[in-house]
């Protein structure tokens, strides 16, 4: 409105004749723009200059328009273009020069835009390509690696994500998805052929284990529980070797062969009770025999009463028979003390009753007391000499040979017995 104000009177810009022909001047140019019959000359003339207030709004509200970039420039030159033409062929008094003039310069700021947006354009078509090329990126190392279960998953996100992003040159564009698109099925590829192998394994396991609960049965009903235990182990030792059936049997199968060993298990548990329950008296009795030899064994003084009483309680204990399965090692233990102690008993003795051994240190002791000898006759000489000082130093040495001579002659007795 401020603009329209601005403007010199429309009026100014027409004339009208006395029979109501209207007529606007253009530049230096009058044309007739219409005739209103039957009305005064201001009532015409208001007529057409309304008109014109019309065509000025709606210029006014398109230049609003343009200048805040709510048309693409495309846009903008089309609705300038009829704007024009209809300014320039207007049945309308006012300043249509004016009007045209202020159409014309929008032109510059219409360049502006257009080189505004092509900037924006491609800054937003460089941005494109490197999110598809990262997405590409991403997609060939999906199609590379093994994640079946989150891959699929991830490729339909990536898919959804690169419908949202706008194409950029068609060049660009179609390498980039066909990579994206080859990466793609690839991965589908891969992950079918890795399923079906999968599927393959699952069913040669389905069978390995149906093998294994057949043999399985036949063991149940066994009471060699030793050999038996030994077979379940080796069978469950295959089990997991077997790998995974199909998801849908693979539980019911362990659930079946669980049943099977559990069937086992608790019969030789039973059994095993029974039995140590018929062992313990055995036990006691044993524990009772034991508790006699060690007293009367240890500690061993005589090697050779030590082992004539140890083959004595060995032959009666191993005549008692079994004992339950959680005292056999406490007993075992225990007897392999008593046999020990009779063992090192009697090497103590070889040890000192050894010839070699009793030669060795009584010549030991032999040559301290000779070199004591020696030193002391030495001695008695230095003193005869009157140099009481050799004669100190060699009593000195001869002490030092007598404190090695005690312990030689105490081993040497002890060989002796």
């Given amino acids: ?26 530049g230096d140019t009058e044309r007739m723009v219409g005739q209103v019959p039957d009305a005064t000359p201001d009532e015409a003339m208001a007529f057409y200059v309304r008109r014109f207030e019309a065509l000025e709004v709606e210029v006014g509200l398109l230049e609003a328009r343009v200048r805040a970039g709510k048309l693409s420039p ?67 190392k999906l199609a590379a690696g093994t994640d079946w279960r989150n891959g699929v998953t991830r490729f339909r996100t990536l898919l959804d994500e690169w419908k949202q992003l706008p194409r950029i040159d068609k060049s ?61 182990r080796d069978l469950m030792q295959r089990w997991k070797a077997a790998g995974p059936a199909p998801r849908d049997v693979d539980e019911k199968l362990w659930q079946r062969f669980r049943g099977i060993q559990d069937t086992f298990f608790q019969a030789r548990t ?8 018929e062992f313990r008296g055995n036990q006691e ?13 240890l500690p061993v003084r005589d090697p050779k009463v030590g082992r004539a009483r140890f083959r004595d309680f060995l032959a009666q204990f191993n005549e ?61 000489k230095a003193e005869g000499r009157g140099d009481a000082k050799k004669a100190a130093e060699l009593r000195s040495s001869a002490e030092s040979y007598r404190a090695l001579l005690a312990p030689a002659k105490k081993a040497a007795e002890d060989y002796r017995g």
């Fill in 320 to 380: 008692l028979g079994k004992v339950p399965r959680d005292a056999m090692r406490p007993i075992d233990n225990r007897v392999r003390a008593l046999e020990q102690a009779v063992n090192e008993a009697e090497q103590e003795q070889w040890r000192r009753t050894d010839p070699a051994a009793r030669e060795l240190a009584e010549g030991t002791a032999n040559k301290f007391q000779a070199k004591i000898d020696e030193l002391e006759a030495k001695a008695a």
């Fill in 1 to 26: 409105m401020e603009r329209m104000s601005e403007s010199p009177n429309p009026t100014s810009f027409g004339r009208v004749e006395a029979d109501g022909t209207v007529y606007v001047t253009v």
């Fill in 270 to 277: 039973a059994a095993m009770a029974e039995q140590d329950s």
């Fill in 74 to 140: 495309d846009e903008s030159r089309k609705s300038i273009a009829t704007a024009r033409t209809a300014v320039v062929d207007a049945n309308a008094v006012g300043d249509l020069k004016g009007l045209e003039a202020r159409l014309d310069a929008l032109a510059p700021l219409l360049s502006e835009q257009a080189e505004a947006r092509k900037a924006v354009k491609a800054q937003q078509n460089e941005e494109t390509r490197a999110a598809k090329e990262k997405m590409v990126a991403e997609a060939e």
């Fill in 172 to 232: 660009t564009d179609d390498a980039l998805w066909h990579r994206f698109s080859s990466a793609r099925t690839q991965y589908t590829r891969r992950r079918k052929a890795q399923f079906a192998e999968q599927a393959t394994k699952r069913e040669a396991a389905k069978t390995v284990k149906e093998k294994i609960i057949a043999e399985a049965e036949v063991l149940a009903s066994s009471t060699e529980w030793g050999p038996t235990a030994g077979g379940f």
């Fill in 285 to 297: 009795a044993k524990e009772k025999l034991l508790a006699e030899a060690e007293q009367s064994i």
